[in-house]
T-cell receptor
Framework: EAGVAQSPRYKIIEKRQSVAFWCNPISGHATLYWYQQILGQGPKLLIQFQNNGVVDDSQLPKDRFSAERLKGVDSTLKIQPAKLEDSAVYLC??????????????FGPGTRLLVL | KNQVEQSPQSLIILEGKNCTLQCNYTVSPFSNLRWYKQDTGRGPVSLTIMTFSENTKSNGRYTATLDADTKQSSLHITASQLSDSASYICVVTRPESSGSARQLTFGSGTQLTVLP
């Protein structure tokens, strides 16, 4: 079974530039998550989708971050404009059902973003 | 406030030795607790999951314990190997009935280094 795919793996941009990350979850997984993991910290949930609807985006900085999952499969996360403090690893995860705590979340390798 | 605290922050041991990582939480109500292993440059991978009624769970050389009364968990690694070098993250889940879609609280992780 193919795992969660993410691209790019690394990205270096200057502050105030825009950047987009892509995630392809495991086939058949209804729920998709985007996390931000700052060095030395645990992942922080940014947004949770169930199919193509948003379940939780309470920790998403909506003035600069946006995410979509138009067809209920792939998802993109965008930052516009980026700030220095956005430097982090962005992890995508998926689970079979909306019951995130009960179903195992499978994580992708992450996209490491460095904002200069 | 719902928190998950892990200790130590980092740990260095010699190959073949045992070690124990700690996780204390204040998350309430409680549904389950997971330990994840995160290799450098990879996403987290689930090692064990324990519900309220379980006080121990093993996965090969990894043994997790849970004391739901004192809200403490530990992850014991036996006969460590170089490949055990990773960050170990404790994640506590609240029940769906708690009314929040954001049910998972991540610890900051313990960075384990196994030296030859």
């Amino acid at each position: 079974e193919a795992g969660v795919a993410q691209s790019p793996r690394y990205k270096i941009i200057e502050k105030r530039q825009s950047v987009a990350f892509w995630c392809n979850p495991i086939s058949g997984h209804a729920t998709l998550y985007w996390y931000q993991q700052i060095l030395g910290q645990g992942p922080k949930l940014l947004i949770q989708f169930q199919n193509n609807g948003v379940v939780d985006d309470s920790q998403l900085p909506k003035d600069r971050f946006s995410a979509e999952r138009l067809k209920g499969v792939d998802s993109t996360l965008k930052i516009q404009p980026a700030k220095l403090e956005d430097s982090a690893v962005y992890l995508c995860a998926s689970s079979l059902s909306p019951r995130g705590g009960y179903q195992t979340q499978y994580f992708g390798p992450g996209t490491r973003l460095l904002v200069l | 406030k719902n928190q998950v605290e892990q200790s130590p922050q980092s740990l260095i041991i010699l190959e073949g030795k045992n070690c124990t990582l700690q996780c204390n939480y204040t998350v309430s109500p409680f549904s389950n607790l997971r330990w994840y292993k995160q290799d450098t440059g990879r996403g987290p991978v689930s090692l064990t999951i324990m519900t309220f009624s379980e006080n121990t769970k093993s996965n090969g050389r990894y043994t997790a314990t849970l004391d739901a009364d004192t809200k403490q968990s530990s992850l014991h690694i036996t006969a460590s190997q170089l490949s055990d070098s990773a960050s170990y993250i404790c994640v506590v889940t609240r029940p769906e009935s708690s009314g929040s879609a954001r049910q998972l609280t991540f610890g900051s992780g313990t960075q384990l280094t196994v030296l030859p």
